[in-house]
C-alpha cells in the first residue's frame, strides 16, 4: 500500500512507519557499519526501544509537516531509506538525507528515492530549495547529490562533530526552477 516503484526491478519506496519497528532494527544491524562511518543515524536505533522511537519522531515530524522517512525495499527486504530531515514550508526549504545496508548499494536505490522526494517536495509542495549535507570524505552520498542535479554551494569547515573528529561538511542544494528545467 502507498508504495512507489523505483527502476531497479523489485525495489520500492513506501512510508516507513513506528509499526516497522522489528523490521527496522534487523535491517539497521545490517547497515550499522556503513551508516556509522558516516552520520549519526544507525547509532539512533541501538535497540527496539530506540528504533521505535526513531520512527516515532519522523511519525511525529510528519504530523506536523515538518520532515517524513521513507523506506526502500527491495524484493520485499527493508534495505535503506531516504527522509525530509527537515521540511519548513514557512521558509520554503527542506532538507534530504539517506542511507543503505552495503548489499543494496550501486544500484541507484536513493538516487530514485531522492527522485521522488525531489519531485514531492519542489513541484507538489511548491518549496523553492532543497539541500543535502554530506562529509566532505563521503564520495558515494556527493555522488548522488551530483547525479540529482544538485549544486555545491560550499564547505562549512568544522561543522559536525562525529567519531570523535570534527567533519568539514560540503552543502548541496537544488532550486525549484532547476529542478523544472530538465524535466521540461
Ligand atoms: C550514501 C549512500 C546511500 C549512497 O549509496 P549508493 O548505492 O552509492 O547510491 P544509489 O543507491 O543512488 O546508487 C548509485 C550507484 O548505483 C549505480 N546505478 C545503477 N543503476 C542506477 C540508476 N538507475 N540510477 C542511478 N544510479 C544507478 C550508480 O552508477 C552508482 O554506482 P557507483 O557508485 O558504483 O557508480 C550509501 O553509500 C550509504 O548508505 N552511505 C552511508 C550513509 C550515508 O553516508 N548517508 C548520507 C549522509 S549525507
Redesign the pocket.
Known amino acids: 500500500m502507498f508504495a512507489v516503484p523505483l527502476?531497479?526491478p523489485g525495489s520500492e519506496l513506501r512510508p516507513l512507519e513506528p509499526h516497522h519497528a522489528v523490521e527496522y532494527l534487523a535491517h539497521i544491524g545490517r547497515?550499522r557499519e556503513?551508516?556509522d562511518?558516516?552520520?549519526p543515524?544507525a547509532a539512533g536505533a541501538a535497540d527496539l526501544d530506540s528504533a521505535r522511537a526513531q520512527l516515532q519522531a519522523y511519525a511525529d515530524k510528519q504530523a506536523a509537516d515538518t520532515g517524513r522517512l521513507f523506506g526502500i525495499w527491495l524484493d520485499g527486504t527493508l534495505v535503506?531509506g531516504v527522509m525530509f530531515v527537515g521540511f519548513d514550508t514557512s521558509l520554503g526549504n527542506c532538507e534530504l538525507?539517506?542511507?543503505?545496508?552495503p548489499a543494496?548499494?550501486?544500484?541507484?536505490?536513493?538516487?530514485?528515492g531522492?527522485r521522488v522526494l525531489l519531485e514531492y517536495a519542489l513541484v507538489e509542495r511548491g518549496l523553492s530549495r532543497a539541500e543535502?549535507?554530506?562529509?566532505t570524505d563521503?564520495a558515494?552520498?556527493r555522488?548522488?547529490a551530483q547525479?540529482v542535479g544538485m549544486t555545491l554551494e560550499g564547505v562549512q569547515r568544522s561543522s559536525f562533530p562525529h567519531g570523535g573528529v570534527r567533519r568539514d561538511m560540503e552543502v548541496w542544494a537544488v532550486l525549484a526552477d532547476e529542478w523544472a528545467a530538465p524535466q521540461a
Open positions: 527502476t531497479a547497515a556503513n551508516v562511518r558516516f552520520v543515524w535503506g538525507g539517506c542511507w543503505l545496508e543494496a548499494q550501486g544500484r541507484g536505490l536513493v538516487t530514485g531522492v543535502w549535507y554530506c562529509g563521503n558515494r552520498s555522488a548522488v547525479r
